[in-house]
C-alpha cells in the first residue's frame, strides 16, 4: 500500500527513535491532512492556459528548485515559486461566494475514508465584459498554507488544463487538471518531513441555483517509493452571497483583453 511504503521510506530515514510510533502516527495524520486540506478546484471553462504557460512554469520549478528541497532540511519560503496570473471566462452560475459545507473522501472502491464538516469560502468572479459575460483571475501556481495540529503543508498547485473556450460556458459541469506539490514542514523543528506530488482532476457537477456539487479525484504520489494512492472528494458548495465586481482588477482585465485583441469585450 502506497501509504505504508510512504510512512516506511521516511522512518528508515529518521532511522531508530523511542518516538518511531509517535513518528508513524504523525506521517499517516499528514497524508490523510494533504488529501483534506487540498483546496477544490475552481470549476471553471476556459482554454488550455496560454499556450502551456502554466506547464512550463512547473517544469521550471521542478527542474530548478524541488531538488534542492531534503527531507529533515529546514524550509525556506525562498524555495516557493513567484506566481503570475491569468484570466479566464467563468461559468455564470459560479459567480458569487460559496461555502463548502461538507467534505467526503472514498477510495476508488467507494468506501468512505473521512468525513467532515467545512466553512470554507470561495469567491468566483472579478469583472464582467460588455457582453455580460462573467470573468476570473487565476494564480500561476496558487500559493495556499494549511496549518495542521504539528505541521504546516505549503501546497503549490499549478492548473494544467480547463475545458475548452471555445464552448460556451454551460451549467452541467466543468472540469480541470491541477498538479503541484505539498510540502509538510513540522512546527516544533521547522525541518521537512514530507514532500508529496499531487495531481487532482475535478468535475463540478450538480448545478442549482444554490449549490454544486465538487467531484475532486487525487492521486497522490510518493517521491520515494513511487507508489500511488487515488481517492474522490466530494464537497458540497451552498451560495453565501451574489457577484461582486472587483474595480481594482479592471485596469488589468482591460490590459488582458487588448493584449487578446478583444477590445470589443472591455467594459463601458
Not at 512546527?187 to 444554490?210: E, M, W
Request: with cysteine; hydrophobic share 40%; proline share 5%.
Amino acid at each position: 500500500m502506497a501509504i505504508t511504503r510512504f510512512v516506511s521510506a521516511l522512518l528508515r530515514f529518521v532511522g531508530a527513535s523511542p518516538d518511531r510510533r509517535r513518528l508513524q502516527l504523525l506521517l499517516f495524520a499528514i497524508f490523510l491532512g494533504v488529501i483534506l486540506s487540498a483546496p477544490p478546484l475552481l470549476p471553471v471553462h476556459a482554454d488550455t492556459l496560454q499556450g502551456g504557460v502554466s506547464e512550463a512554469a512547473l517544469e521550471d520549478w521542478r527542474r530548478e528548485t524541488l531538488p534542492l528541497i531534503k527531507l529533515g532540511q529546514r524550509w525556506s519560503d525562498q524555495f516557493l515559486p513567484t506566481s503570475s496570473h491569468i484570466w479566464y471566462r467563468l461559468n455564470p452560475g459560479l459567480a458569487g461566494t460559496w461555502r463548502a459545507t461538507t467534505i467526503e473522501v472514498y477510495d476508488l472502491a467507494g468506501n468512505k475514508l473521512q468525513e467532515q464538516k467545512s466553512a470554507k469560502t470561495q469567491t468566483f468572479g472579478a469583472e464582467i465584459d460588455r457582453q455580460g459575460n462573467f470573468w476570473d483571475r487565476l494564480d500561476v501556481p496558487s500559493l495556499i498554507n494549511v496549518e495542521r495540529e504539528e505541521v504546516i503543508n505549503h501546497l503549490i498547485e499549478y492548473p494544467l488544463s480547463v475545458d475548452n473556450l471555445s464552448q460556451e460556458p454551460t451549467a452541467d459541469q466543468a472540469r480541470r487538471v491541477k498538479e503541484g506539490y505539498c510540502i509538510s514542514v513540522a512546527k516544533n523543528s521547522g525541518l521537512v518531513v514530507a514532500i508529496i506530488p499531487q495531481k487532482y482532476t475535478v468535475t463540478a457537477r450538480d448545478f442549482k441555483k444554490n449549490s454544486f456539487l465538487a467531484v475532486s479525484r487525487h492521486l497522490d504520489q510518493n517521491v520515494s517509493e513511487g507508489g500511488q494512492t487515488p481517492t474522490i472528494q466530494h464537497t458540497l458548495y451552498k451560495r453565501v452571497g451574489d457577484f461582486k465586481a472587483k474595480p481594482e482588477l479592471l485596469a488589468e482585465f482591460i490590459e488582458y483583453l487588448k493584449f487578446i485583441n478583444r477590445r470589443d469585450l472591455i467594459p463601458q
